[in-house]
């Protein structure tokens, strides 16, 4: 079968999956809390993961119809811990990763317009060379200056850290490894005079040596990009995320709310062995 259709048959099994486990699921998205994972709000794709403004917006306009509103990562610890937290229904984390220059440009004022919060994890090396007016040359698009940092904190956004270079923790030294994890906090606590407790895993990926390493550094929260809602008593240095891109239509988008997300990727990788 040609790769095209093949692709579209494959987006019509899935949609009809969500759209199959969606009525069932909903009724029990009480049950943990989603953090949403962004990257790049990209009119052009050029970015991987990259979603369009359009998109962005209708998601966070649904997201504020169904009464969500958007925690703070010390309320997501605070959650998993068992610590001075009633009900979670409609509590929401939305994460951006890399700190892409184009935050300011589409995400941040259609958060405010919606009332909105977010958290944004940022590699120190992109921000030091968006400085000096350079391109990171990890990335495709540009990454946010130290001062657009600085900005987007004053107007209420967390700020994370992403690494020094976004460089995949498993497949570095342990020396590198703790360079990326510990060397970054420093930076960016220095930068933004204020202690950083949220570690985003480049890639996603992590072992138990990252784990313990992020924790070492003084890092309460650490973010994956494994698929599910967080739940009570759910690891905090190894917590799940729901990745978002510009493929997703907007009923998957609200399914992904709810456990049908996790009962889709479960599925999928029974029958694929992914």
């Known amino acids: ?3 095209g259709l ?4 494959r987006r019509i099994i899935r949609l009809a999956a969500f759209c ?5 699921a909903k009724g029990l998205d009480a049950q943990g809390i989603p953090i949403l ?8 794709g050029r970015t991987p993961y990259a979603i369009s403004p359009g998109k962005f917006m209708r998601q966070m306009q649904y997201l504020k119809m169904a009464g969500y509103s958007t925690t703070k990562a010390k309320d997501i610890l605070a959650f998993v811990e068992g610590t001075n937290r009633k009900g979670v229904s409609r509590e929401i984390l939305l994460t951006f990763d890399d700190g892409y220059q184009d ?13 909105f919060s977010a958290l944004v994890s940022v590699v120190t090396d992109c921000c030091d060379l968006a400085d000096l007016g350079r391109r990171c040359s990890q990335f495709d698009s540009a990454a946010l200056s130290w001062n657009e940092v600085k900005k987007i904190r004053r107007a209420g956004v967390e700020i994370a850290s992403h690494g020094i270079s976004h460089r995949r923790l498993t497949q570095i030294s342990q020396e590198e490894k703790e360079r990326e994890i510990k060397e970054s906090k420093t930076r960016i606590e220095k930068k933004l005079d204020e202690p950083i407790d949220t570690f985003c895993y480049p890639f996603g990926a992590f072992n138990e ?3 313990v390493m992020a924790k070492a550094s003084g890092y309460r929260l650490g973010l994956t990009t494994e698929m599910g809602l967080v739940k009570k008593n759910d690891r905090a240095a190894t ?10 239509s907007l009923v998957e988008f609200k399914a992904m709310m709810t456990p049908a997300g996790e009962w889709y990727y479960r599925l999928r990788g029974l029958i694929l062995g992914e």
């Open 1 to 3: 079968m040609d790769e």
């Open 6 to 9: 093949l692709g579209k048959a």
């Open 20 to 24: 199959l486990m969606y009525p069932v």
């Open 37 to 44: 994972v962004y990257h790049g709000i990209d009119s052009k």
């Open 103 to 115: 935050f300011i440009k589409w995400g941040l004022p259609v958060l405010r317009e919606n009332g």
């Open 209 to 211: 040596d990252t784990v």
């Open 239 to 248: 917590l799940k995320r729901i990745t978002i891109d510009d493929d997703l």
